[in-house]
């Protein structure tokens, strides 16, 4: 059974910096590509990364390019995310994703963790 | 980029009637090389993460009742509830995967009991 469990959320002032994590399990973590997805409060859900399977390429939506850096450690079965520059906008409920396709560049969302919540205000 | 656009924004059905969620995108999510649409929905309920229930616009994930039907092709694509339960109410999402590997999901369909 695919578990993922996100970490390293919480209060942090415009400008600042967050790394959140991921860590995974019940499958061969280095066989799927994986994403981040957020949420703000009562709002819809947001695309906000992707990292293929082996970590040797990287998507991201506008909004967060150049501030926001994804990454994959598979010897620890871990994602990340590190955020910079962080704006107020940037709050949201942050899900780590697990994509359906073997090796693939990206499909459907076949497993999601509970969410870390990032808030970014003075 | 693509838009996904849902409609409407929420309903209100009575227990064991049909519920029927639409979903647009602006561009065809229609790939003729495997005959597929690249459409998948998803529920969230409160205070929880979403939750897979069809991919390619028609195949229901293992586990998921069959009272949840998707269908549709091109650009143009419907999630029904045929016999609506209590534990369905909750918001329901499309999302595109043409474009992976960047995502796009629609605005959100809140369910809920009349």
């Known amino acids: 059974q695919v578990h993922l469990v996100e970490s390293g959320g919480g209060v942090v002032q415009p400008g600042g910096s967050l790394r959140l994590s991921c860590a995974a399990s019940g499958f061969t973590f280095a066989d799927y590509g994986l994403h981040w997805v957020r949420q703000a409060p009562g709002k819809g859900l947001e695309w906000v990364a992707f990292?293929?399977?082996?970590?040797?390429?990287?998507y991201y939506v506008g909004a967060v390019k150049g501030r926001f850096t994804i990454s994959r450690d598979n010897s620890k079965n871990t994602l990340f995310l590190q955020m910079n520059s962080l704006r107020p906008e940037d709050s949201a409920i942050y899900y780590c994703?697990?994509?359906?396709?073997?090796?693939?560049?990206?499909?459907?969302?076949?497993?999601w963790g509970q969410g870390t919540l990032v808030t970014v205000s003075s | 980029d693509i838009v996904m656009t849902q409609s409407p924004d929420s309903l209100a059905v009575s227990l064991g009637e049909r519920a029927t969620i639409n979903c647009k995108s602006s561009q065809s999510l229609f790939y003729s090389a495997n005959n597929k649409n690249y459409l998948a929905w998803y529920q969230q309920k409160p205070g929880q993460p979403p939750k897979l229930l069809i991919y390619?616009?028609?195949t229901r994930e293992s586990g998921v009742p069959d009272r949840f039907s998707g269908s549709g092709s091109g650009t143009d694509f419907t999630l029904t509830i045929s016999s609506l339960q209590a534990e369905d109410v909750a918001v329901y999402y499309c999302?595109?995967?043409?474009?992976?590997?960047?995502?796009?999901f629609g605005g959100g369909t809140k369910v809920e009991i009349k």
């Open positions: 994703a697990k994509d359906a396709d073997y090796k693939g560049a990206g499909s459907w969302l076949a497993s």
């Open positions: 999302q595109e995967y043409y474009s992976t590997p960047a995502l796009t």
């Open positions: 390619w616009a028609s």
């Open positions: 990292v293929r399977h082996d970590g040797s390429d990287n």
